[in-house]
C-alpha cells in the first residue's frame, strides 16, 4: 500500500491513521489523513522550527501585500499588484500545488489538496489575490498547528516506545562486550550500571540497586533489588552495578511485549473512526458536485452572474475539506490511548475505548487481581496423632514444585524455619536435588511422590475424593489439606493481602454507575471476606476455570461484561468478555495475550479510571463531530446565499479543525 508524503517530501510513517482503503492514497488525500504534514514532527523537531520560520515569512509577505494594496494598484497597476501578491502564494502554496498533482496522477482527485489548489486558483481567476492567498497560507498554518498537537499527544506513548535499549554489555570469559540486545542468549550473563536501561528480563546474580519501573508500570517508587531479584527490561539502574542472567530472549520480554501492543493499538480503530473514514469518501465528492451545479445552474437558469456563483461554489469547495474531523477525531482516540499509557493502561486499540460504554458489570477475578497474590502462612492446624514438624514436611514434599502462590507461601515459610530445623534443611535440600513425581489439578489441589511415599495437598473436597477422611476438621479461610499415605495430617492456613486500592476502584466503579462481581476458585469463605472488605456487588466462589466462564454468562452474558484477572486459567474468559483487562506486572503471558487492556501496576483503581478516560474520549469525539458538521453546513447555506466569502469559508475549514484538534488534546493533559 502506498503512502503519499508529507509537505517536506518524507514518508508519512507516524501517522495517526493508515490509509483506508487500497491503491495509491495520500497520507492526506481526503480520508487519509497521517498526522505529520509540514515536517517531521516530533521525530524532527528541526524540521518543525523551519516550517514554523518559514510560514511566519510568508505571513508577514502576506499582511504587507494586503496593506499597500491600493499603493500598488496606484502605482504598479493590477497586474503589478497581482504580481506581488502572487509570490506569497507561491511560497507556501507550491508544496500543495506539486501534491495535487501528484495525487491526480495517481488516480485520487478528491482530496483537501485538490480542493485547496481548485479553490484558489480559481479565485486568483476572479481577481481575488487576496483571498487567495489568504486561504492557502491559513490552510498551511493549520496544517502546522495540527501536527504540533498530534505530536502532543504521541508523546506519551513514544516515552514507552523509547525505553528498548539497543545494545547490552555481555559478560563472556570475564569480558565485557556491547552487543545488540536481540542477540543476548538465554542464560547470559549482562552488566548493568547505574543510570544505564536493563536490556533484557532476567535475575539478578550479584549485585545490590534499586530499580526505576515506572516507564514500563507507571509506579513512581523504585524497587530494591538483589541476587535472586526478578528484573524487567527496560527499567533503570538508578545505584548499584548489577550483574543479570536473561531469562528469555528479547522477543518475549515484558518489554518487547508492550511495544508490540502499543504498534497494534495504533492500527485497532475505533467504530467511529471507521465511519468517518467512509463517511468523507462519499461527503468530499458530494459538496464538490455541489459546487458545480451551484456554479453552473443559477447563471444558466435564473441569468446571474458566472463570477458570482463561481465565487459561491469556491465557498463550498474550501468548506467541504473534512480535515476537521478527519485529524481530530482519530487523534481523540490516540489521545486517549496516550492518556491511559501515562496512568500504565495499555489499551489494544481504539475500538477498546468504544467497547468500554456498552459494558455496565465489572468482574473481578480475586487472587493476584483484588489481592496481591502474596500468600503467608498464618497458622499450622495439625490433626489429632500429628503435630505441625509432620505437617510441614509433608506439605513441603506434596508443594515443592507447584507454581501457585499458596504453595510459594508454604515452602517461603519451611524456608525460614530451616535455619533452626536441621531436619527441615535436609529435606528441602534432598529435594532440590531430586524429582518427585508431580500430577496438579488445577483448582484443586496437587499429588506428589518422593521417597516412595504419596503425598496430597489441595483442598478438602480434593482430599475427600480421594478417600481422605478430615476427621471433621474444616477451618475457614485459605486453606491446604495435607495428607501422607492416606493419612490426614492437619491443615495450613494462608492469607492473601488484600491490594490497598480494590475497595476504592471498586467504590469509584459504583459511582460511575457500574455494577461489580467476583468470581473465584478460592473457598468460600475467603471471597465472602473480600468482598466485605471491598464491598463489592456479589461473589461467587469455588469456581473451575472453565466454571468461571459458564458462571459469567449465565449471569451477565458476555459483551456488556468487562473481565479483570491475572492467571492462566483467565486466559479463556479475559478472551470471551465484552472487555478483557489483564494485570500486566505478574500477570501470566497467557492472560496478557488474551486481554484487551493490561494493566502495568497492577492497580485496580486503573480499572476505574480507564473507564474515566473512556467516557472522554466519547464525550470529545462527538463534541467535534457536532462542532465541525454544524459550523460547516451553517457557512456552506450562508456561501450559496452570498451572504459568506472565502474568509469565513477557510475559517469553517482549518479554523474548525484547530477547535477540533486544541479539543482533542485535552485528553492528554487531563487529570483523571
Known amino acids: 500500500m502506498e503512502r503519499g508524503g508529507c509537505f517536506s517530501g518524507n514518508p508519512c510513517e507516524t501517522g495517526l491513521l493508515e490509509p483506508a482503503a487500497q491503491g495509491g492514497e495520500s497520507g492526506h488525500a481526503g ?45 504598479l497597476g493590477a497586474s503589478g499588484a497581482a504580481a506581488v501578491f502572487m509570490a506569497p502564494y507561491a511560497l507556501c502554496g507550491y508544496a500543495v500545488l506539486k501534491e495535487t498533482v501528484g495525487l491526480w496522477r495517481r488516480g485520487d482527485v ?52 523509547a525505553t528498548k535499549p ?16 536481540e542477540a543476548v542468549p538465554v542464560g547470559g550473563h549482562v552488566l548493568v550500571r547505574a543510570g544505564e536501561k536493563v536490556p533484557l528480563d532476567g535475575k539478578v546474580v550479584s549485585g545490590l540497586s534499586d530499580l526505576d519501573q515506572s516507564p514500563l508500570t507507571g509506579e513512581s517508587v523504585p524497587v530494591a533489588v538483589q541476587a535472586g531479584s526478578e528484573v ?37 480503530k475505533s467504530q467511529t473512526e471507521r465511519f468517518i473514514t467512509r463517511f468523507a469518501r462519499y461527503y468530499t465528492p458530494a459538496v464538490a458536485g455541489a459546487a458545480l451545479l451551484v456554479a453552473l445552474v443559477p447563471p444558466l437558469v435564473a441569468g446571474g452572474s458566472f463570477a458570482d456563483w463561481v465565487y459561491r461554489a469556491l465557498v463550498l469547495l474550501i468548506v ?19 492518556a491511559a499509557s501515562r496512568h500504565g493502561i495499555l489499551v489494544k486499540g481504539g475500538h477498546v475505548l468504544d467497547d468500554l460504554r456498552h459494558v455496565d458489570t465489572v468482574v473481578f477475578d480475586k487472587t493476584g487481581t483484588l489481592t496481591r497474590g502474596r500468600f503467608a502462612v498464618s497458622a499450622l492446624l495439625p490433626a489429632k496423632g500429628s503435630d505441625e514438624q509432620a505437617l510441614l514436611e509433608a506439605a513441603v514434599c506434596a508443594e515443592f514444585h507447584a507454581s501457585h502462590p499458596a504453595a510459594r507461601a508454604v515452602l517461603a515459610h519451611a524456608r525460614e524455619r530451616a535455619g533452626i530445623d536441621a531436619a527441615l534443611s535436609a529435606l528441602l535440600a534432598g529435594l532440590g536435588n531430586a524429582e518427585p513425581r ?19 495437598a489441595g483442598t478438602a473436597a480434593f482430599l475427600r475424593s480421594e478417600g481422605i477422611a478430615l476427621d471433621g476438621m474444616e477451618p475457614t479461610g485459605t486453606i491446604i489439606h495435607v495428607a501422607q499415605e492416606g493419612r490426614f495430617l492437619g491443615a495450613i492456613l494462608v492469607e ?17 454507575g457500574l455494577k461489580t462481581h467476583m468470581l473465584t476458585g478460592d473457598r468460600e469463605e475467603a471471597a465472602r471476606e473480600v468482598a466485605k472488605k471491598t464491598g463489592i456487588g456479589g461473589y461467587h466462589s469455588g469456581l473451575l476455570p472453565e466454571e468461571k466462564v459458564q458462571t459469567m454468562h449465565a449471569l451477565f452474558g458476555g459483551r456488556n461484561t468487562a473481565f479483570v484477572g491475572d492467571g492462566i486459567n483467565d486466559a479463556p474468559i479475559l478472551a470471551l468478555s465484552g472487555v478483557g483487562m489483564a494485570m500486566g506486572k505478574i500477570g501470566a503471558e497467557a492472560a496478557i495475550e488474551a486481554a484487551d487492556v493490561v494493566i502495568l501496576n497492577d492497580s485496580p483503581l486503573m480499572v476505574a479510571r ?18 465541525a458538521l454544524g459550523i460547516k453546513l451553517f457557512v456552506m447555506v450562508f456561501g450559496i446565499l452570498g451572504l459568506s466569502g472565502l474568509w469565513e469559508a477557510v475559517f469553517a475549514d482549518v479554523g474548525v479543525a484547530l477547535l477540533a484538534v486544541l479539543n482533542a488534546t485535552r485528553l492528554v493533559g487531563k487529570r483523571y
Not at 496 to 512: H, N, P, Q
Request: aromatic share 8%.
Open 438 to 456: 508431580v500430577q496438579e489439578i488445577p483448582g484443586k489441589g496437587i499429588k506428589a511422590e518422593y521417597a516412595g511415599a504419596r503425598y496430597l
Open 232 to 268: 524487567l527490561g527496560g527499567s533503570i539502574n538508578l545505584n548499584g552495578v548489577l550483574t543479570v542472567e536473561s531469562t528469555r530472549p528479547y522477543t518475549d520480554t515484558h518489554m518487547a511485549r508492550i511495544l508490540q501492543m502499543i504498534e497494534h493499538a495504533r492500527q485497532n
Open 166 to 181: 539497543a545494545t547490552a554489555r555481555l559478560l563472556e570469559g570475564g569480558q565485557e562486550q556491547m552487543v545488540a540486545v
Open 110 to 161: 478528491f482530496n483537501e489538496f485538490s480542493l485547496m489548489s481548485l479553490a484558489t486558483i480559481a479565485a486568483i481567476c476572479l481577481g481575488q489575490f487576496g483571498e487567495a492567498v489568504g486561504v492557502m497560507l491559513f490552510y498551511r498554518i493549520g496544517e502546522h498547528v495540527q501536527d504540533r498537537a498530534a505530536g502532543s499527544s504521541r508523546r506519551s506513548i513514544e516515552k514507552l516506545l
Open 320 to 338: 467541504s475539506c473534512p480535515c476537521a474531523l478527519l485529524i481530530s477525531i482519530p487523534l481523540g482516540y490516540f489521545g486517549g490511548i496516550g
Open 31 to 75: 480520508e487519509t489523513p497521517c498526522g505529520c504534514c509540514g515536517g517531521q514532527g516530533d521525530q524532527d523537531a528541526g524540521a518543525m522550527r523551519k516550517e514554523a520560520l518559514f510560514l511566519a515569512i510568508c505571513t508577514v509577505f502576506f499582511f504587507i501585500a494586503l496593506a499597500l494594496e491600493g499603493w500598488l494598484e496606484a502605482r
Open 496 to 512: 492473601d493481602e488484600l491490594r490497598e486500592d480494590s475497595a476504592a476502584a471498586v467504590a469509584a466503579l459504583a459511582g460511575a
Open 610 to 627: 480507564l473507564f474515566s478516560i473512556s467516557r472522554a474520549v466519547r464525550a470529545i469525539v462527538w463534541q467535534n463531530i457536532v462542532l
